[in-house]
């Protein structure tokens, strides 16, 4: 057989099978539908999205990938479908830290899919008081960097909101010099968010010693100021450089390989357990020696692995802290429930902030 006639094989093969993915997708949407109508039937009105469920059948999925697609790209492509069909059961509407082309807009698309109406706001605070108040259905905010550590701000906005995390999205970072100039050497000043210029300095350092280097709200925002101002760049993301027409000067200048940002989804109620699941909380008690230790005692006692112990000014007295802290397990894990009412017993302040699906690694 002839290389042009094997090609023509192929691609026919191709061809059919395109057309049993689209019978199969499309079949799939009906099926969600059918879901939405038994969900009404039985009362429920809204907040038909499960993360749990979303979680239990992208594993399943990962389980079966036998190749050639990787398991990032298997992914994405089935996050998008069950976005669209989610849109066919209720749109979901999704705040995140904006403006449009931040990290945060990324790590939304990433855990929702295109099927959503994002929103972009000014703040976190807007991001929680949104939620709060109904007018999202969700908000996706960064709460701590591989290299830069915690998000400050993040959980110090949690010590006075009621809401839950319901959801956490590990996102690469990959930083660029972006501008409206063709040379680097054009550059007076360089504009990005803190954690950005953090994320870049010994490159900085070693490259554009002699620029200024300024704070903005945002890497999306640096990009705008970046294609307005003559003499300035940004480090910003390759989606807020192409949004505002900027040239990359420069690609990857992040200091650390594996540069990651964590970003948590808060919403008004955490799901149930899926059995690989992560739980927060914020705790604090009376400041006295060895009273830290003897409060996280009950998890080392009950074998709970702790992943991540940050203090923050509790605001409810001069050097007086509140600890946020994450563990591996549910709260409705029997082991759990026993170290926490152990804790609960001693802490002054003690409040879950949520148990939700553990990202895949």
Known sequence: MKDEDRLGEVRQRIDTVDTEILRLI????????EVARIKRDAGEQEDFYRPEREQQ???????LNRGPLSEDTVTRLFREIMSAC????????IGFLGPAGTFTQAAALKQFGHGVQLQPLASIDNVFKEVETGDIHYGVVPVENSTEGVVNHTLDCFLNSPLQIVGEVELRIQHHLASRHAERSDLRRVYSHPQGLAQCRAWLDINLPAVERVSVSSTAD?????ATEEGAGAIASEAAAEMYGLELLAEGIEDHVGNTTRFLVIGRQSPPATGDDKTSLVVSRTDQPGGLVRLLQ???????????????????GVWDYAFFIDLLGHVE???VQKALAEMRAQASLFRVLGSYPRVAR
Not at 57 to 63: E, G, H, K, P, T
């Open 333 to 335: 894990d029997d082991l």
């Open 26 to 33: 499309s079949e799939r949407g009906r099926l969600a539908q």
């Open 86 to 93: 989610l849109a066919l059961q209720q749109p979901l509407r």
């Open 222 to 226: 640096a990009a705008r100021r970046a």
């Open 298 to 316: 009950p998890l080392s006692d009950h074998g709970i692995n702790m992943t991540r112990l940050d203090a923050r000014p509790s605001r409810q």
């Open 57 to 63: 059948v992208l594993r399943r999925l990962l389980s």
